[in-house]
């Protein structure tokens, strides 16, 4: 889950959007409600790893090169964000990717913002890949 502001590569939208719809453990939201939508540094990782920081999910922060971050095992802490996270999508306007709204609101998105490609999508995609599949074959 992110905020659209948080996603700077539509490219990237896309990448995440394949995946979901090639891969049931992976849930993709934006919470499009600009100002009032949250800023979590939030990546939760089943069945209890919780990641908490500041790193953004650029190039800059996949390489933890200036930001921070807490990676705690811990099942309640997971469960407890978890709950959160559901509360959070449950919200008018943070759609799953398979929801009808949901190309609604990025075409609008494209036409307010033209959203541009600023990042290398080729890196993101091989360094999600690369954290995803670690994760889930633990």
Known sequence: MGTINAFSSIDLIDFCIEEAEENNNFKFY???????????????IKPDITVIG?????????KFIQDMCLY????ELYLDYLKESAEVKALDK????KNENFNNELKNIEKTFKIQNLVKFKLYRFKFRRLFKKRNST
């Open 30 to 44: 934006i919470d499009f409600r600009y100002d009032d939508s949250v800023h979590w540094k939030l990546y939760m």
């Open 54 to 62: 500041s790193v953004n999910f650029t190039q800059k922060g996949l």
């Open 94 to 97: 943070v759609f799953d990717c």
């Open 72 to 75: 705690i095992k811990n099942k």
